[in-house]
Each structure stands twice: as structure tokens, then as C-alpha cells.
């Protein structure tokens, strides 16, 4: 929309703001066009960018999480919020798996081998009845081979069946998708979680990983958890310094993702390369 104003003095000018949004960023503030959730979903007006999962002390990249983004909301937060509000969760979260299975597999469309795409996927779209169709007629379309895909499930919602979730979960094992629980420390993630559903991979919260190498209680319980869990199924996120990286590595963690390791970027800037992949 052009919001040029006729600077001549004789002349005055209306501007509808029912259509428009303030979003504050520090002290600037930016119009936003105030798009119905509805249509967000329906024409896809979003896009994603990939931030690099590295192994930690080879710093090769093992793959790349996929994060939505919409410029007619201030945060993902606040975008999925809507979509709640208004019923359409679902169909959001399937719409953001679709549309970055597609702009990844076209960007390493010569390629016979490339890093894992993972995507955060909610609870309660995993138990949804219609997923499962959803799931097959994507690969159809997409032709994604599920043995490069991760599924993070997203525990910012309860998980209520925690029994019932785990049927799901392996069903995705059974096609050959690799299954993580994205940001343990942090909402509903607990180490019961992580016993009951038996992840393949476990993604601590980025509070983990910043200021690592200042904080021993950090330390320690981290090392207890590459104990328990062995390091090869431990990702943990929040890296931003040499000082926490080398950090992660004394303390046997294998998979490591942060600003300091690569921060998001657009698909085309995506490595193509051999890789060392997640187990």
C-alpha cells in the first residue's frame, strides 16, 4: 500500500487504519497490514528460513530446522496464537510442513544426498485423525523421502495421552523420519517426555547452552544428561560463543545449534555437500 501523503497545503488525506496494524520494534514503529488469518493459511503467505544444525566438534553441517515467518505478525508465537483462536492450528502447522519440505527438496533437487530437514510439528497436529492422510499425499507430491526428515515435536501445548502420542510417533519411525523433542527445560518438555516417548534425538532449550561456560550447574547437569541419554542423540541449542561452544564439546555434546554456529538464513543459502548425518 502506498502511504505517500500530498504535501499540498490546500489539500487534506485519509488513511483507513482498519486494515492496519502498529507493531513496535524498541522505539520504531512499523505498519503492518492486518491479514485474516484465514487467508495467511489458504495462500500460504508466509516463508521459512533454515538455521544449520553443526556436529559440534567437527563443525560439519548435519542439517537444517526449518522456521516459519509471516510479515503480518510480530512473532510465530503470535501467528500461531491466532490460527488457534480461530480453529485453524492444524491447518497451519500443515501448510508450514508442506511449503518447507517443498522450497528445501526443490532447492536440492539434483542432489542425491543432502542434510536433514527437520520441522516443528504440535502434539495436537500429530493426533490429529487427518494427518496421516496429510503425511502420505506429501510425500506424493513433494516426493521428500522421509529418511531426511526430523519432526520436532513442539511441546509448547500439554500433551494429554502422552501413551497415544507415542503410537504416532511410531508410525513416523516406521517410514524412516527420525523423531526429536524440541526445546526439554522449557513449557511441557520433561524427562518423562523424553522416557515415555523414546525421541530419537532430544533438543534442549536454548537457556542450556547460553553462558555455558559461566555457569557450572549448567555444566553439570548437562553432563549428566549426555550420561544418561548418550551424547549422539543430544542437540543443544542457544550456542553463541567460542567460549560455550568449546564448552559443549568438553562436556561430550555431539550436535550443537546457535547464533555463534549459524544464524537463519534464506534456502538458497543452504550448503550442498557429503555430510555426516543424525543417527
Not at 530437514?117 to 496429510?134: A, C, G, M
Not at 499425499?137 to 500433551?159: G, K, L, T
Not at 541449542?237 to 550443537?256: N, P, Q, T, Y
Amino acid at each position: 500500500m502506498d502511504l505517500a501523503v500530498d504535501t499540498e497545503p490546500h489539500k487534506w488525506f485519509t488513511l483507513n487504519l482498519e486494515n492496519i496494524l502498529i507493531k513496535r520494534e524498541g522505539a520504531t514503529e512499523i505498519l503492518m497490514m492486518n491479514v485474516p488469518i484465514e487467508k495467511i493459511v489458504k495462500e500460504r503467505l508466509f516463508t521459512h528460513v533454515f538455521q544449520p544444525i553443526h556436529i559440534v566438534h567437527t563443525g560439519e553441517i548435519t542439517g537444517y530446522e526449518s522456521l516459519i515467518r509471516c510479515e503480518y505478525f510480530s512473532s510465530p508465537t503470535a501467528l500461531f496464537q491466532e490460527a488457534d483462536k480461530k480453529g485453524l492450528l492444524f491447518e497451519l502447522d500443515c501448510a508450514s510442513m508442506l511449503e518447507a519440505m517443498r522450497v528445501y527438496k526443490f532447492h536440492y533437487r539434483n542432489e542425491l544426498i543432502y542434510p536433514r530437514l527437520s520441522v516443528n510439528i504440535l502434539p495436537s497436529t500429530l493426533l490429529n485423525p487427518s494427518f496421516k492422510s496429510f503425511l502420505e499425499e506429501a510425500i506424493v507430491d513433494v516426493q521428500f523421502p522421509m529418511n531426511r526428515m526430523v519432526f520436532e515435536i513442539n511441546e509448547a501445548e500439554a500433551i494429554p495421552h502422552l501413551e497415544t502420542l507415542n503410537d504416532s510417533i511410531h508410525d513416523l519411525k516406521s517410514i524412516g523420519a527420525l523423531v526429536a523433542l524440541d526445546d526439554l527445560g522449557k513449557g511441557q518438555s520433561s524427562i518423562r517426555s523424553v522416557i515415555e516417548l523414546e525421541p530419537n534425538i532430544i533438543k534442549l532449550d536454548r537457556y542450556f547452552g547460553k553462558d555455558l561456560s559461566k555457569h557450572a550447574r549448567k555444566q553439570h547437569f548437562l553432563k549428566s544428561l549426555v550420561y544418561f541419554l548418550a551424547r549422539d542423540h543430544i542437540v543443544l541449542e542457544g550456542i553463541e560463543s567460542e567460549e560455550d561452544l568449546e564448552c559443549a564439546r568438553k562436556i561430550g555434546v555431539h550436535f550443537g545449534q546457535g547464533y555463534y554456529l549459524g544464524k537463519p538464513h534464506s534456502v538458497e543459502k543452504c550448503e550442498s555437500f557429503p555430510l555426516n548425518f543424525l543417527p
